[in-house]
Structures are given as structure tokens and as C-alpha cells.
């Protein structure tokens, strides 16, 4: 088992930048993939962008540019930094462990979710 708990969540001006936070506790932290999905009111789940435990990174085109995903195998944490953020970043964040995909069904493990507004 893997339990995950995001943080760094809030209210955020267009423009601004917010940086999330995971912390993972239980199995093995470094076997997995890391991932970030989103979502918002009305709509699927969908991806942001994940990370293997070797560095390896993947974003969806919506965010590639403006986020940057880390990992910080000593305090079994993964970040999502979120610059330049736009209204339509507006949605729940979930953190997630798993396979390496952008498919949200390849992860077993995912958190409680963090509120992230962006407004205009």
C-alpha cells in the first residue's frame, strides 16, 4: 500500500504560480511513477504530467511549459510547480502511483486531492 497526501493547494491569481506538494508513505516510494491529473467541475478526470523514478517526465500539451513535475526521493515527495496559471487550470489535483502512462486506470495509488482556483 501507498498513501498519498497532496498539499500547496489555494487561490491564485491569472498569472500567479502555486506549487503542490505529495508526500507519500508505505511501499517502496521510488518504484513507482508519480503522476498529476486534474478535475474540474463537470468534467473527466485528466492528465497533467508524471515522472519515473529515474527523472523521465511527460506533460499533456495544455501544460507543457508552464508546470514542472520533481520528485525528491530522500523525502518521498513529489511536486507539481505551476507557473503562468490560467483560469482553465481551475480543477482538483490528485497525486498518483502507478505505471508509467497518461491513462489515470494505469495508477493504483492516488490522494484526497488538492483545490486549486485560478482567477481571472
Known amino acids: 500500500q501507498v498513501q498519498l497526501v497532496e498539499s500547496g493547494g489555494g487561490l491564485v491569481q491569472a498569472g500567479g504560480s502555486l506549487r503542490l506538494s505529495c508526500a507519500a508513505s508505505?511501499?517502496?516510494?521510488?518504484?513507482?511513477?508519480m503522476g498529476w491529473f486534474r478535475q474540474a467541475p463537470g468534467k473527466e478526470r485528466e492528465f497533467v504530467a508524471a515522472?519515473?523514478?529515474?527523472?523521465?517526465?511527460v506533460y499533456s500539451d495544455s501544460v507543457k511549459g508552464r508546470f514542472t513535475i520533481s520528485r525528491d526521493h530522500v523525502k518521498n515527495t513529489v511536486y507539481l510547480q505551476m507557473n503562468s496559471l490560467k483560469s482553465e487550470d481551475t480543477a482538483i489535483y490528485y497525486c498518483?502511483?502507478?505505471?508509467?502512462?497518461?491513462?489515470?486506470?494505469?495508477?493504483?495509488?492516488w490522494g484526497q486531492g488538492t483545490q486549486v482556483t485560478v482567477s481571472s
Open positions: 498518483a502511483a502507478g505505471r508509467w502512462s497518461t491513462m489515470s486506470y494505469a495508477y493504483d495509488y
Open positions: 515522472t519515473t523514478s529515474g527523472g523521465s517526465t
Open positions: 508505505g511501499r517502496t516510494f521510488s518504484i513507482y511513477v
